[in-house]
């Protein structure tokens, strides 16, 4: 089978592309082809043979007709798409009306994979959110990503494609350099200090976090894929599970993994544009749905930190 | 000040472009010019020297910069959007985008009305929707309205305009001929009747309506521009009030006020490719927020039939 990942040269889509290669197949069937779509591969891409790196602009994107499986990643994140609101339309609006029309053509209507995001929600919340909490973004990147999963659902519902969408916790830890994602400081606390460098917290230590690591990512990616139609009933979106956690508990975890010298090394400097954004978004809650459907939050801050130190081959000193 | 209509040609439009020539102001601000846009006039437009009839594609509209106030109605009905995808698409996503992107370039930011629909709703749904209940569109129309709402939710964020979408209830009784929207039948089963008329009825008698007047209507476009932008705080839609009724509920109405000859020109005719569309969309709601904010229902079927009645000057036998 030929599988198309867009963002396939980001953190989670290569990532994701390493994992299906490992893998071998998706659904039971073997990958023929793996083609990674992105605007550039600043890490290069994966050698194998079934590997193949596209660059170019998401909204002008063409499908090879035989496409049968899309993991649709491409986005500009939620920082730049506040700061440059034309180039979010275009990215995270054009981009994704673009993959879908492309799809849509396809010789027969491939399943497709969003990642949303809990930048669904926004404005006044309930403590705990849940299936049932209307999506209402504060941020021009939670409301492109909220507008591709209702095309998503029409675009399925009309049989164009078989579209599932996923609101991803924020991601943590994301490995490599911070990004401009408004939510980039919760990845920089543990990855930072555990690099050996010092790191600014622009949010103050009480700051909620609802988060899920790049490997249960990834396996939500897959399973959401491998799931048949009839489990997604009419409904085309569901709230991943994930763990809520403060800045404070997230450096109290890191402490108990890799030492007080570590955890001292991030400091506190509030930035008021991050945490304007940050404040929107929701911490906690109940994910019924995502849970009866296999999908699976980690077990701990300390694991997710002992996970990001595995898969990164870094040694504590 | 410089008003924009689009839709203007069509039912509603006509009816608020006479309302706000009547008032000759809006919002305190004497009206100096009000453009109709439309794909055609084809019952011609207001002989006033205030009016500007455009005809044109609203997916190509180009506003004046000093236009202060849009309401922008225009838009492919359910039936047609169903029909043919691309069509809906155009007109009710590019359309609303290009109408957003021009508002945007204005030498201020304009106040825009959106009519927006109960098609917002689908699924799975309880007895009585509220102010709390998920949009989940079942059919491409619904769909457009929605992102049209959160489109223009953070166009208003951003400061780009001032949105204000409202869901609008089935509307009954508009005059003229059927159209091609899904809802075309809850108008028929009582206009065509009172002109001495047969009518079919596609759906069941039990089939429940969720029913505004078009003065009403008229009324909640003008009082939505009206009210300021604090009335409306984060959200910027709401579910206007209406009344429910069954459609045998209507014809007994209809008995009531024009006699049994009358109401028995209706004949049912059950259609599964309408009752299909119908069945998905709710028929009671609960709506304090905009019965707060001011907005208010017809008092009766019986007072919107008297209405439809005086407003087109028809003479019962």
């Known amino acids: 089978m030929k599988i198309l990942i867009t963002g396939g040269g980001g953190f989670l889509g290569s990532r994701l592309a390493k994992a299906l290669l490992a893998r071998g197949e998706l659904g039971g ?8 779509f992105d605007t550039a591969f600043p890490n290069g891409s994966p050698r194998d043979s079934r590997i193949e790196a596209t660059t170019g602009d998401v909204a002008q994107i063409n499908l090879s007709p035989d496409t049968e499986a899309v993991f649709h990643l491409a986005a500009v994140v939620s920082g730049a798409a506040e700061a440059d609101f034309d180039l979010g339309m275009r990215a995270n609006l054009d981009g994704t009306r673009r993959v879908l029309e492309q ?137 991943l599970p994930g763990i809520t956690a403060s800045v404070a508990e997230m450096l109290a975890a890191l402490k108990r993994v890799a030492g007080a010298k570590t955890a001292a090394r991030v400091r506190f400097k509030r930035e008021a544009r991050i945490e304007a954004i940050v404040k929107t978004w929701p911490a906690r809650f109940k994910t019924p749905r995502a849970l009866a459907m296999g999908f699976r939050a980690d077990d701990s801050v300390e694991a997710v930190i002992r996970d990001y130190i595995a898969d990164e081959g870094i040694k504590l000193a």
Do not use: M
């Not at 164009?160 to 916790?169: F, K, M």
């Open 29 to 36: 069937r073997k990958i023929s082809r793996l083609t990674l």
């Open 103 to 239: 799809a849509r053509r396809c010789a027969r209507p491939p399943r497709l994979v969003f990642s949303s995001s809990v930048a669904a929600f926004g404005g006044k919340l309930p403590k705990v959110l849940d299936d049932s909490t209307v999506a209402a973004p504060q941020t021009s990147y939670g409301t492109q990503k909220v507008l591709g999963e209702y095309l998503i659902a029409d675009y399925s519902r009309k049989g164009y494609v078989d579209g599932r969408s996923l609101r991803l916790p924020t991601v943590v830890v994301r490995a490599g350099r911070p990004n401009a994602a408004a939510s980039s400081f919760a990845s920089s606390i543990l990855r930072e200090p555990l690099n050996g460098e010092p790191c600014d917290c622009p949010v103050g230590p009480k700051t909620g976090v609802w988060l899920l690591s790049p490997r249960r990512v990834v396996e939500a990616f897959i399973h959401a894929h491998e799931l048949p139609a009839a489990s997604w009933g009419a409904g085309r979106v569901v709230n």
